[in-house]
């Protein structure tokens, strides 16, 4: 199981990619809106939880200067996927740099701003749980291959 956290219902139009691509795979993920600065206490008993309720990583998403996935972090020792989420008046950099820039000791592996990382922060924690999975691991290689067909019998492009 993933869990996938947000600072706001309104991160979700962008992280359905995440659960969407959770979906494609067979992999069960649980969605939640929750915020590091709205609702700290609901945050840090989910994060402090969330191993003994059988996630086994945690995708966490926030927009501006929130920092959920570094709080996250704080409270669990499962592998925390950030995704920084596009804000209006800095367009994600300060989404990014909230998320990225962890200091020592708490790890926040960080994807790309927007709908592309939060499906890659999916992509890559099937490839976490195809470590140990067989089948998953399976899927995972057919997913590249295809990807690669596709672009590889895209028709040549003209003006
Ligand atoms: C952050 O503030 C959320 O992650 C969201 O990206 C941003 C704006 O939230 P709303 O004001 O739309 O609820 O906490």
Do not use: C
């Not at 008993?45 to 191993?51: H, I, V």
């Not at 926040?108 to 709908?115: K, L, N, S």
């Not at 140990?132 to 291959?145: A, G, I, T, V, W």
């Amino acid at each position: 199981m993933i869990g996938i956290v947000m600072g706001s219902t309104s991160d979700w139009e962008t992280m359905k990619a995440a659960a969407k691509m959770l979906q494609e795979f067979g992999v069960p993920y649980e969605a939640k809106a929750m915020s590091a600065h709205r609702t700290p206490h609901a945050v840090a008993d989910w994060a402090s939880n969330a191993q003994k309720n059988g996630m086994q990583a945690i995708i966490a998403a926030a927009g501006g200067a929130a920092h959920l996935a570094g709080v996250v972090a704080a409270h669990t020792t499962l592998p925390v996927l950030g995704v920084p989420m596009p804000s209006k008046h800095l367009q994600g950099l300060d989404s990014l740099l909230s998320t990225v820039q962890m200091p020592k000791g708490i790890p926040v592996a960080t994807f790309a701003i927007g709908e592309a990382g939060a499906a890659n922060a999916a992509l890559f924690a099937v490839a976490l749980l195809a470590l140990s999975d067989k089948n998953l691991d399976k899927k995972l290689s057919e997913f590249r291959r295809r990807q690669t067909e596709a672009v590889l019998k895209s028709e040549p492009l003209k003006l």
